[in-house]
């Protein structure tokens, strides 16, 4: 018979095959034919082409996944049986039990060959590529049974007869083939195993732990923009390599938080820093692996030659065995390197104040590249805070202090007064005060926000935090535009178009305007009270009666409003209804004139009747 794969039995010419799963066992023996080639994929990926073929496309087989057996007559691999000529093979995954040929068995492709006679049409482009494929099936599983054996635990190289596979004209590209993932991440009780540690950082989310499954070399710049664990779990982590010429970067950036720990305590992985870590705006935080300075113990590997930058407002948590190395060397340290800048990154000062060194068995290592003003370095329930902002490669300052003073972390009683104010700051009202008073307040506020989110805040910044928020509470200017505007309007009213009675309210609530206005530290409320006072007197004022049937009228506001515009109103209702009521008593006046003139007009028509009568 012909070839068999799980999923197809030869791709010939041209074509691809990605994303394809096989769960099943191939087994080409006893079929009646040699079984050339047996896959758990693809049997036979097969690139031909002479003079007289149409120009072709190369053969991909990518991200494809066996997990059947394999058993091949003459080739069998966990993925391809042969890969003829050239082709690309990447991405796979086989996790066979076992993994059985005549001659050949490996666990992706069992037999790379080249025909002689294509070398003229397999150039440039046209390769043999088998790069990032995982296979899991254990060496000894795997297993040629003929004669002449050729197994390898990814893929067997077999050149032509009388040829090398350094003759392949078109060259072979056989790398990062591994028998593990690199990493897992669990969601939900699910594990998700992936094949680089950036591939696992990318699928992760905010909370999620990444479990190395090997030892992990970062060799590329690599970012994490969320808060993730890194459980080493008795793996080592380096970040670059010794003989790198450009260092590789780690930068935890966008607030991320990443904790590294190691969950398998018998054997104690290490964290390798040959390139830089930088701390862009974040926490990272190994305060629980440890020191050492041995290859043999767990934790953060000491004297290596890596750097760590700090930017402003983040934190790097580590180890607290650290804070007494740093104790136990500042005295010898500052004696031994005060002023020499080549020997130490900074002045280290008197007791309690640390110089950005990390002490090895044999001293003090300088290993930070820089630090921004509020940097921060914490070890056990002390951190030391970046107060000048420096870079090693510019150059120190003689004499300059580059870290405070230690400072205590802040307890339980510090962080419950910082929320009391800032629960109080967020109470105020802004529209209640001048914009000036207000910025100060906002930026007060602002401060209390950022120290209550940091984890690691320290006494100083919490005293300093309550300090210029109290500063700017003192500092607030109640806004009283309403208030003069009101009192403005009440000075427009006329005193003989009112009671006496209401009058002598309007006065009393307008002196106690006055007061408040002339008083520069006025409270909000003693503003709001005394603007609610002088509207409630102007409406509330008393028209003076102008006709002797004792109509009095009234002056009442009936609208709606506040402050200014209220205040307006109300005086300005009570001028037009004084007005109405003398226009209604006018009228009443010219009815009763009238009614008077004629009856004069009666009488006078009778005398003069009764005289010319009488003459």
């Known amino acids: 018979m012909g070839s068999v794969g799980g999923i197809v039995g030869e791709q010939r010419i041209c074509g691809y095959i990605t994303g394809c799963t096989n769960t099943g066992d191939i087994n080409s023996v006893g079929t009646g034919g040699n079984g050339y080639g047996t896959g758990g994929i693809v049997g036979w990926v097969r690139y031909l082409k002479d003079v007289n073929d149409p120009e072709t496309e190369i053969i991909e087989i990518t991200d494809n996944t066996n997990s059947g057996t394999i058993t091949g007559c003459n080739d069998a691999g966990g993925i391809v049986g042969v890969l003829f000529n050239a082709g690309v093979v990447t991405g796979n995954y086989n996790s066979a039990a076992t993994i059985q040929g005549i001659t050949f068995a490996s666990g992706i492709v069992g037999n790379v060959q080249y025909q002689s006679g294509q070398d003229a049409y397999i150039t440039g482009e046209y390769q043999i590529t088998i790069t990032d494929n995982i296979s899991t099936t254990k060496e000894e599983s795997i297993k040629a049974t003929g004669s002449t054996k050729c197994v390898d635990l990814y893929a067997y190289i077999n050149p032509s007869p009388g040829k090398s596979s350094s003759d392949y004209p078109y060259g072979i590209t056989f790398e990062s083939n591994s028998n593990t993932f690199t990493a897992s991440v669990t969601k939900d009780g699910i594990t998700t195993n992936y094949r680089s540690l950036e591939q696992a950082i990318a699928a992760a989310e905010d909370g999620d732990t990444i479990t190395l499954l090997t030892y992990v070399t970062v060799t590329e710049a690599l970012s994490v923009d969320k808060s993730i664990t890194l459980d080493l779990n008795g793996n080592d982590l380096d970040i670059g390599t010794s003989t790198d010429t450009d260092p590789v970067t780690l930068t935890i950036s966008d607030g991320a938080t990443v904790t590294i720990n190691d969950s398998d305590s018998s054997a104690a992985g290490i964290v390798s820093n040959y390139g830089l870590i930088n701390i862009k705006e974040g926490i990272l935080d190994i305060s629980e692996l440890g020191y050492t300075t041995e290859d043999t113990a767990g934790g953060l590997m000491g004297g290596f030659s890596g750097e760590i930058s700090i930017g402003a407002g983040s934190t790097f948590v580590v180890p607290d065995a650290w804070e007494t190395e740093w104790n136990n060397s500042l005295a010898a340290a500052y004696e031994n390197n005060k002023g020499n800048e080549n020997s130490v990154y900074a002045d280290c000062g008197e007791d309690g104040i640390w110089s950005p060194n990390i002490p090895t068995a044999t001293g003090s290592s300088g290993i930070f590249a820089s630090a921004e003003e509020g940097a921060k370095v914490v070890s056990g329930s002390n951190a030391w805070v970046c107060t000048t902002a420096f870079n090693k490669d510019a150059g120190f300052t003689d004499g300059t202090l580059y870290w405070s003073s230690k400072s205590a972390l802040?307890?339980?009683?510090?962080?419950?007064?910082?929320?009391?104010?800032?629960?109080?700051?967020?109470?105020?009202?802004?529209?209640?005060?001048?914009?000036?008073?207000?910025?100060?307040?906002?930026?007060?506020?602002?401060k209390l926000a950022e120290v209550l989110a940091d984890p690691y805040a320290?006494?100083?910044?919490?005293?300093?935090?309550?300090?210029?928020?109290?500063?700017?509470?003192?500092?607030?200017?109640?806004?009283?535009?309403?208030?003069?505007?009101?009192?403005?309007?009440?000075?427009?009213?006329?005193?003989?178009?009112?009671?006496?009675?209401?009058?002598?309210?309007?006065?009393?609530?307008?002196?106690?305007?006055?007061?408040?206005?002339?008083?520069?530290?006025?409270?909000?409320?003693?503003?709001?009270?005394?603007?609610?006072?002088?509207?409630?007197?102007?409406?509330?004022?008393?028209?003076?009666?102008?006709?002797?049937?004792?109509?009095?009228?009234?002056?009442?506001?009936?609208?709606?409003?506040?402050?200014?515009?209220?205040?307006?109103?109300?005086?300005?209702?009570?001028?037009?209804?004084?007005?109405?009521?003398?226009?209604?008593?006018?009228?009443?006046?010219?009815?009763?004139?009238?009614?008077?003139?004629?009856?004069?007009?009666?009488?006078?028509t009778a005398v003069y009747g009764r005289r010319k009568y009488n003459r």
């Open 410 to 446: 802040a307890d339980d009683t510090s962080t419950k007064k910082l929320q009391s104010a800032y629960d109080e700051s967020l109470a105020l009202t802004e529209s209640n005060y001048t914009s000036e008073s207000w910025a100060a307040v906002a930026a007060a506020q602002a």
């Open 458 to 604: 320290t006494e100083a910044e919490v005293e300093a935090a309550l300090t210029a928020f109290n500063t700017a509470l003192a500092g607030l200017s109640a806004d009283k535009t309403a208030l003069q505007s009101a009192y403005d309007s009440s000075l427009d009213l006329t005193e003989s178009k009112y009671t006496s009675e209401s009058w002598a309210t309007l006065v009393a609530a307008q002196e106690a305007a006055k007061k408040v206005l002339d008083d520069e530290n006025a409270t909000e409320k003693e503003i709001e009270d005394a603007l609610t006072a002088l509207e409630n007197a102007m409406a509330g004022l008393v028209k003076v009666s102008s006709n002797s049937s004792g109509n009095t009228g009234s002056g009442s506001n009936s609208g709606s409003g506040s402050g200014a515009d209220s205040a307006k109103a109300a005086s300005t209702d009570a001028e037009n209804d004084s007005s109405a009521q003398t226009g209604d008593d006018m009228n009443i006046m010219l009815a009763v004139a009238l009614m008077l003139m004629a009856a004069a007009g009666i009488t006078g």
